[in-house]
């Protein structure tokens, strides 16, 4: 019930609702000679009104809901072959005739580059993006779930200064052409040995990078036109105005009346016209459950995978990773038993044999 009438911006015509059913009601009761045949008059538009705008309003969750999953779902796949390539890059390794600072300096642009990715996708889709606060790593988050991140030029400025220079053919191009860049760099110092197989894979991996972003692009760049919007908006409007006088038999009850009948109306509206944008702004904490699913979330778990992706491959290295054998108990390591898992003793194995 919050969530619509946080929305202050179409949440007001509510009370205008109520307040026209107390009106309506006492003009009835005061006036003597109240044209009557108003009533059915007025109660035909409203029957035949509801139907139809229940109907509209109807068609418009169902287009919302789909396009809000759509959304989520290749905003996943989009993070999904961010964190593919971060993959890949990690398990490039260093010949002998390679320069490893310049290896290791490559990798790194790599590394924030897909950091900055999953952000500059969403605050693309979202309205506007400004490199200068593009951020790469989240730090830690306020007690209300600000977010404390630390940014692209603070981390790396060559390639803040490369997405900077390039911002005017979009922020998201201009990531992906740091990318390209970087991928040549490799192919120049050889990185990629004698077989061109892994250039053309990474290539590859670039590509399933700009194409995910290009089926949001799709998804997400077309709007219905202003004249529907107009209708819909006249048509509640117009209803919420003569919906309270039908409500006048019951007297003064029609004022709460009024606004129950305007709210599941008005609901729908505004529900239909928010959750059809998962990249709507707002405050993620993770203590609190978001009103319905957005990307932001997402966003920040391709983040968190890819810095310790990047962390671990650069203290330890996929090639010497040391492991221990698995530990005698299972007990030891778990603090309780996963749910589903049952302890079988000897005594309850010979008892399972008793005939």
Request: with cysteine; glycine share 6%; aromatic share 12%.
């Amino acid at each position: 019930m919050f969530f619509i009438i946080r929305s202050y911006q179409q949440s007001w015509m509510l009370l205008v609702a109520a307040i026209l059913g107390g009106i309506y009601v006492y003009l009835k009761d005061t006036i003597d000679d109240w044209p009557t045949y108003l009533d059915d008059s007025i109660e035909i538009v409203v029957a035949s009104s509801s139907g139809l705008l229940g109907f509209i309003l109807a068609l418009n969750l169902t287009a919302a809901l789909t396009r809000n999953e759509a959304g989520n779902s290749n905003f996943n796949a989009f993070c999904g072959d961010v964190l593919a390539m971060a993959m890949f890059v990690c398990s490039l390794t260093v010949d002998k005739d390679i320069d490893e600072d310049k290896f290791k300096k490559i990798k790194d642009n790599f590394r924030d580059l897909l950091l900055a990715a999953p952000q500059v996708c969403k605050w693309t889709f979202r309205g506007t993006v400004d490199v200068d606060l593009i951020a790469v790593r989240l730090k830690s988050r306020s007690s209300d779930g600000s977010r404390m991140s630390e940014k692209l030029f603070e981390r790396n400025e060559p390639m803040y200064c490369l997405v900077k220079q390039y911002e005017d053919i979009g922020a998201m191009e201009s990531v992906m052409l740091a990318l390209s860049n970087n991928i040549q760099e490799l192919l120049a110092m050889k990185a990629f040995g004698p077989n061109d197989a892994a250039h053309m894979a990474m290539i590859g991996k670039w590509e399933n990078i700009y194409s995910s972003y290009g089926n949001l692009g799709n998804m997400f760049s077309y709007n219905l036109p202003a004249v529907l919007n107009w209708l819909l908006n006249i048509c509640l409007g117009l209803y919420i105005l003569l919906m309270p006088y039908g409500l006048t038999a019951a007297k003064y009850h029609a004022i709460w009346l009024s606004f129950v009948v305007a709210y599941f109306f008005l609901g729908l509206y505004i529900v239909s016209s928010r959750i059809g944008n998962p990249f709507e702004e707002g405050m993620h904490n993770p203590n609190r459950k978001d009103e319905f699913a957005k990307v932001g979330a997402a966003a920040e778990a391709a983040q968190k995978a890819i810095e310790a992706l990047f962390t671990k491959e650069d203290k330890i290295g996929l090639d010497d990773v040391k492991c221990k054998a698995p530990l005698p108990s299972m007990i030891e390591i778990m603090p309780q038993l996963p749910s589903g898992l049952k302890k079988f003793t000897a005594e309850q194995n010979l008892k399972a044999y008793k005939y």
